[in-house]
């Protein structure tokens, strides 16, 4: 691990963490953590070694121009970040990983090590997949958690799923081995649109960890980039009959299998959403 700076004394601090790769359809996950990097104007105080993790001919490193006119070479790791969210009494640690291509165990060691160092109390995955799900309509959000007792408080499921997994999947094994509770939101991403980015399940992630938190995310341009992504999909399924038929019978099967009260609780978690975002002055149109 790389130090970049000192790190002053954290208030209960939760940590967020999102990964490249596997686990992040639509690059939503990534993408939601890069959001909360900028608008909660997040300090970078540690880098892992990416030599002990990555392949550079599957992650390379990049090269660009930098302001002085030099070459700048940046190499892929995983940075940890601290902030405190506007109206928030606590703390955040925001990991923004990429997915290692070998010592996943050693990886998720030194990471959760950190975490302890900075007093992080409970850790929050996000991730997005690829489903059977139409555009038209609001991004699934599926909550677990492998520990029962912070399930049942914060009404998530427990995750029963077997299969194989990704770098979020080590990571939160690692976090049970250690008694380190953690929580896990999975955004599902309609496969035939997978390109990214995907600025609505991004969206549908940010809610999640308001509702978490009780604290507003600022959207910014979120929404219009959402509103246009949809635009832009309805336009490819009206030049293709084919397409435009498969996603009118996910339609049909997604309001079928909806129950008028679950509909009922999400437009509350939603406007209860927008009056936080007024109550900062962060209301979005």
């Known amino acids: 691990m790389i130090e970049l700076e000192d790190v002053p004394d954290l208030v209960d601090p939760i940590m967020i963490a999102a990964f490249e790769g596997w686990n992040d359809a639509g690059e939503s996950a990534s993408g939601a953590l890069d959001h909360l990097m900028l608008v909660w104007d997040a300090t970078t105080v540690a880098a892992l ?9 599957v992650n390379r490193p990049t090269v660009a121009i930098g302001p002085n006119g030099d070459r700048e070479l940046t190499w892929p790791t995983s940075q940890i970040a601290v902030c405190r969210p506007t109206g928030s009494p606590r703390d955040v640690v925001l990991l ?7 010592r996943w165990r050693e990886f998720c060691a030194q990471l959760l090590a950190r975490a302890d160092d900075l007093g992080v109390q409970t850790v929050v995955t996000l991730g997005a997949l690829l489903a059977d799900t139409p555009h038209t309509r609001p991004v699934p959000v599926t909550g677990t958690s492998s520990d029962p007792e912070l399930a049942r408080r914060l009404e998530l499921e427990e995750s029963h799923y077997e299969g194989p997994t990704g770098i979020v999947g080590v990571f939160q094994d690692a976090c ?10 999975w955004a599902a991403v309609p496969h035939y649109v997978a390109q990214p980015p995907c600025p609505k399940a991004t969206i549908a992630l ?9 604290v507003a995310v600022p959207l910014g341009d979120l929404p219009e980039e959402a509103r246009a992504w949809e635009r832009g999909v309805d336009e490819l399924s009206r030049e293709d009959s084919e397409v435009a038929e498969y996603v009118r019978s996910l339609e049909e099967s997604r309001d079928a ?3 008028p009260e679950a509909s009922g609780d999400a437009i509350a978690r939603e406007f209860e959403r927008y009056l936080k975002r007024r109550q900062h002055g962060q209301g979005e149109a």
């Open 206 to 214: 940010l809610g999640q960890i308001e509702d978490l938190l009780e």
């Open 49 to 57: 070694d990416p030599e002990d993790f990555y392949d550079f001919q």
């Open 176 to 185: 049970r081995r250690l008694d380190i509770p953690s929580v896990s939101f």
């Open 96 to 102: 923004r990983g990429i997915e290692p291509n070998m």
């Open 257 to 259: 299998a909806e129950l």
